[in-house]
């Protein structure tokens, strides 16, 4: 899973990329000191293998990975190449869902760009959401246009590109309304259809709130705060407050004394917990576990696959020849405190290529090639 975090200069990218990542990014108060986007692959948290691992003492403990990629600050007219304007689309085409940093703090002494590099304005998360998404959506315009007319070519030699061409219409208009993509009404064929175009504004997104100490202390009277979240629920997007200078001072810290400061801040997960569970649910993504003495390994795959895809997410060869999946749930084996014990009780179970494999199940995949 990679996850593109993306947002106007001096939002809080870089501290957030770095504070999640320890990767160093530049985060300095100029515009575009990310230029080149800056990768980062971060452990899934899961009290689940963790918890395998103290069983099983294996050799090797493989938690399952988010990429985070901090993009270029984005400026106004990026769309049309202002800034680094094609370099950021470019990259966001690349991500599985947008992090969109919304800044929700005042500060004098960091700048507020919107347009004009050189040019301080007040702070307004609405006026930058709209901006991004603005310039997300004229580059999905212009590409839509051209699907349009490619279907519009060849529907003179085949007539079943003509509903194509129309759909792409219909979606070339609510585009032009400055809406997104992720919004326009249509049936499920149609759905299907346009996710073909690979689409920046058909994305999964997350708006992270970034908010000072003051702030998320108090994120019902932080104004801004609310302006994003109201945002959110309109278009049916996630957000997630954050304080990323916090952030930076949570990633310092290991154990008993990271835990410790969680509490004093009133909250049960770091921010970044929060945002990997967030992306998880926004993406539709669950986790299943191998376990024995050799490894213990978490697997990310979609809700709804099929026990011999799961399987394939290991080796393909274990795909190809997949014969049966020898399945417990982790809450079974918890609750009898060990596999042989949830074994005693009849609760492994032995799926077949139907299955559907559940967030958390325990696998041993039978197969022969």
């Known amino acids: 899973m990679k996850l593109g975090i993306v947002g106007l200069p001096n939002v809080g990218k870089s501290t957030l990329f770095n504070a999640i990542t320890n990767a160093g990014a530049e985060s300095a108060n100029y515009p575009f000191c990310t230029i080149e986007p800056k990768a980062g692959m ?4 899961d009290a689940r293998l963790d918890r395998l ?3 099983y003492e294996p050799d090797k403990k ?7 990629v901090d993009i ?20 966001i085409r690349e991500s599985d869902a947008i992090v969109h940093v919304v800044r929700c703090f005042d500060d004098e002494n960091i700048m507020h760009v919107v347009a004009d590099a050189s040019t301080n304005v007040p702070v307004d998360p609405l006026g930058d959401i709209e901006t991004i998404d603005l310039e997300l959506i004229m580059a999905d315009l212009e590409m839509v246009n051209r699907r349009v007319e490619k279907a519009q070519k060849a529907a003179k030699g085949d007539k079943k590109f003509l509903r ?10 609510h585009l032009d309304a400055g809406k997104s993509a992720r919004t326009f009404d249509c049936s499920p064929e149609d759905a299907a259809l346009i996710a073909t175009s690979d689409l920046l504004t058909l994305k999964p997104i997350i708006y992270a709130a970034n908010t000072d100490e003051e702030g998320f202390a108090n994120l019902e009277k932080n104004r801004y705060f609310q302006q994003v979240r109201q945002v959110a629920q309109a278009e049916g997007a996630e957000v997630l407050p954050i304080c990323a200078k916090l952030e930076q001072d949570v990633a310092e810290l290991d154990g008993e004394e990271r835990q410790m400061f969680l509490e004093e801040l009133g909250v049960k997960e770091s921010g970044l917990d929060r945002l990997i569970k967030c992306s998880y649910s926004l993406l539709g993504l669950i986790s299943f576990l191998t376990y024995g003495k050799d490894e213990c390994r978490a697997w990310t795959i979609r809700r709804g696959t099929k026990a011999p895809q799961a399987a394939g997410k290991i080796h393909t060869d274990i795909e190809r020849g997949f014969i049966r999946a020898e399945v417990l749930s982790y809450e079974d084996m918890e609750k009898c405190g060990s596999v042989a014990a949830a074994k005693e009780k009849g609760l492994l179970r032995s799926e077949g290529k139907e299955y559907l494999v559940q967030d958390g199940d325990m696998i041993y995949f039978r197969f022969n090639v």
């Open 62 to 68: 493989t938690p399952a990975v988010v990429e985070f």
């Open 42 to 45: 971060v452990a899934v948290p």
């Open 164 to 173: 194509e061409a129309e759909v792409f219409r219909s979606l070339a208009k």
């Open 72 to 91: 270029a600050g984005l400026v106004k007219g990026a769309s049309q190449g202002a800034g680094l304007g094609n370099k950021f689309l470019a990259n």
């Open 53 to 55: 691992a103290e069983i």
